[in-house]
DNA sequence: ATTTAGCACTCAAAAACCACAAGTGCTAAC
DNA sequence: GTTAGCACTTGTGGTTTTTGAGTGCTAAAT
């Protein structure tokens, strides 16, 4: 999975200098978030150069699209490829320092249930890194069946409780076909626990699916019951996570570049809309580690001159939900990639206690 | 429940042309939002009167508080106290129309558990008003209990699940003070379902508190154990409502005297704060009907510049939960008003359902 | 063949200025 | 009590000027 943008980066070649000069241009540029003119670059960057070489250098920066000027008397900002380049190759990503990890292993602690734990990743997160922080709700095919429960409602309805062993209920409305006796849910509801209770979802799911056909022929009404109400249940239940706990959105308010209100509210629309996350989150979730979407990257209008930095977590060895940080394009990616990959790694670690 | 306010607008008599003029400059001010000159005002009344007597009442409803200019050279704008005789005495409160009735009755249909109700609640208060809508989570006392069920987890917790009657599950995690063994639990649950299963929360706390003292004295080891659980749980589950559900918040960003970042910031913050927010509710439980906060009035900074409109909801006849609109203090009134009040009523309805 | 000093040029942002429109308060006449 | 008239105030919008940071280019220096 190799964006555009990366790919063109991949092939871009550059004299040491001209590395050095973009790498502290972009430093500067995410610090200060003006544009930076050759003077400044010159003495920031440590080497001894006059401005006017600096400018030289820039202007073959930017005939490569790795930065701009905003006007010509600016300074240069980095481009969305700048940005890539630098992510891709200048920065030097360091494990977080162990009191800070102490921290978060405090937060993360083992004895909540996933809900819980999901709320506290994404608070963690955008308190750490000054930004929005985002987590999926995690998928549950790694939790293990503990018990499950009908009880019938009006209309044909019925309320199933799914108790879960990362201490977890979870429960939804089916909807049925035809109508089932109390009894026959009751005993039902006992077939399953006994049979299931304490195997993993995607087991059950697995076992149910395989039962059903034979199940059918032998015409053991019971177990069938059972079959047809545990399949409803658990194809619901496992199907891709359609939700994330987002915390911290306050402070994109502070980022000037955001500050034009009415970009600020398609941001937030995309927010609560959440369809568009999603669908950029889902394309994290295959991806080894971090991944980083550098402002148009995503494809979303809405998170023009955002940047998204995201990471996958695991529970055994499984990826089950994707979390990260959005914030403007000029985020501090040195600190904030350390801080979601130790998340990342902490809420799985957390979600299999 | 006066507010100060309240009680000062009581107090004020006005002529009737000046009690005209204010409430079409308030409306005015409310369509437009701009400052109302003399010139407008004098055409608008639809009084044959020449902008200078205009300014002349004005100045007299400036010296009352009532109005005021921005600038010398302005017109004027309604101050916290001109809004409140507006609200209190110009609106002529009519039921909504017989079509949007239909359509809040069809989206707050029954058939849905509490919280599906809640949200959509809040979404309709924000779609139709184009405001902020809020709703707190209905108090469960009336609920009615279906089934509880112990399960222990590590630690001396246990997770209680909590089955009601409108449909909803609530599970809570309680410590205990001593282990109970997971036979005991499994019984306690039983004696809980036996004795209390289909009365109403309230009833089951009042009960059990009753039953707590003559229980130790008996020693029935197993009655006690059940009601020293039980009132931890129930004792828990009966607390003030200590959540909301906000909806549209996004529309807020469209109006122009919030347009600036920082306030923006301030209210947003002040909404996942949600403690002060949480405070003006409460403060709404115990009214009738309507309450309207002006400005101000709420005593919250963050909520400078906006009013809340907000109606409690009942079930059965008792308060459970309040739920309204925020907005800029020139909302349209007389049209939120009803919106809010319309909502209260059916959502307590179909809760009831 | 780089690097750099020098210089003319550009452009945005800030300041200064102007004219204008909207609106006021006051006074004196109706 | 109402209104016309008028002087005065003040934000707004437009134009111009100034300033300063920063550029690109050229020609000299290394």
Redesign the interface.
Known sequence: MVSPMEERALQIELTQRAEHLLRVLVEQYIREGLPVGSRTLARASGLDLSPATVRNVMADLEEMGLVRSPHTSAGRVPTVLGYRLFVDRMIEVRPLDEALMEEFRDVLGP?Q?PHELVERASTLLSRVTQLAGLVTVPRAEHAVL??I?F?E???G?V?V?L?LEP?E?Q?L?IELERPYSREALERAAAFLNERFSGMDLQAVRARIVEDLDCMRRDMDRLACTAAELGDKVFAETLRDPEDFVM?G??HL??YAEL?D??K??QL??AF?EKREILELLDKCIEAEGVQIFIGQESGYDALAGCSVVSAPYRVGGDIVGVLGVIGPTRMHYERVIPVVDATARLLGEALSA
């Open positions: 004895g249930g503990r018990r429960e009880l409602l009006s209309g309805k309320l409780v108790v201490h209920v429960n409305i915390m959105q306050t308010m502070r500050s209100v009415e600020l509210r937030f629309e609560t």
